[in-house]
């Protein structure tokens, strides 16, 4: 069975950082695409990033390009997503999603999700 | 990008259907066939129902379809049934590995 658990979220202050983990199980990690996708209380979802399966392609939108990094270690099936300088507009569930194998779907399978929350 | 363009609600009765069109641009939905659509229920994350603007996951009712012209893409849901009342939203592939989600509607079963 596929499971992706995120973890890391919390509270933290206007220009802090935090760092996600994703946990992924039941499928062969290495093998696919990543994303994050967030979605911020009450509002709809939003691309956040894209890893390729080995690392060589790194995408991310413009509302947080600069801030956010994301990266993955295969041989722990893990994904992250570095964010720094976080604002109040970075509240927001954020979700790790595996991509579809092919063609180009975002997400075949999410994760719960962890909440972050920018405030002072 | 900006957010593709979804009614923010469609209602119907159980048995009825109803259909929610999702319009992009020419450098998204008009350019790819890699539409998804996703359901979430209050609190829960978000399934994928229909990609590749008209397949189905295993596991998804027939009675959900897609279907695309130019850059409106549509998803239908046949003989609305009361657990299907939940937030729909349509993705759409937009080059250089790029994604952008629709604003979302609201399916309510009356």
């Known amino acids: 069975e596929v499971q992706l658990v995120e973890s890391g979220g919390g509270l933290v202050q206007p220009g802090g950082s935090l760092r996600l983990s994703c946990a992924a199980s039941?499928?062969?990690?290495?093998?696919?695409?990543m994303n994050w996708v967030r979605q911020a209380p009450g509002k709809g979802l939003e691309w956040v990033s894209y890893?390729?399966?080995?690392?060589?392609?790194?995408y991310n939108a413009d509302s947080v390009k600069g801030r956010f990094t994301i990266s993955r270690d295969n041989a722990r099936n893990s994904l992250f997503l570095q964010m720094n300088s976080l604002r109040v507009e970075d509240t927001a569930v954020y979700y790790c999603?595996?991509?579809?194998?092919?063609?180009?779907?975002?997400?075949?399978?999410w994760g719960q999700g962890t909440l972050v929350a920018v405030s002072s | 990008q900006s957010a593709l363009t979804q009614p923010r609600s469609v209602s119907g009765s159980p048995g009825q259907s109803v259909t929610i069109s999702c319009t992009g641009t020419?450098?998204?939905?008009?350019?790819?066939?890699?539409v998804s659509w996703y359901q979430q229920h209050p609190g829960r994350a978000p399934k994928l129902m229909i990609y590749?603007?008209?397949r189905r996951p295993s596991g998804v009712p027939d009675r959900f379809s897609g279907s695309k012209s130019g850059n409106t893409a549509s998803l239908t849901i046949s003989g609305l049934q009361a657990e299907d009342e939940a937030d729909y939203y349509c993705?759409?592939?937009?080059?250089?590995?790029?994604?952008?989600f629709g604003t979302g509607t609201k399916v309510t079963v009356l």
């Open positions: 999603a595996r991509e579809g194998i092919v063609g180009a779907t975002l997400a075949d399978y």
């Open positions: 039941g499928f062969t990690f290495s093998s696919y695409n």
């Open positions: 890893i390729s399966s080995s690392s060589s392609t790194i």
């Open positions: 020419s450098s998204d939905v008009g350019s790819y066939n890699f």
């Open positions: 590749d603007v008209i």
């Open positions: 993705c759409s592939y937009a080059g250089r590995y790029t994604y952008v």
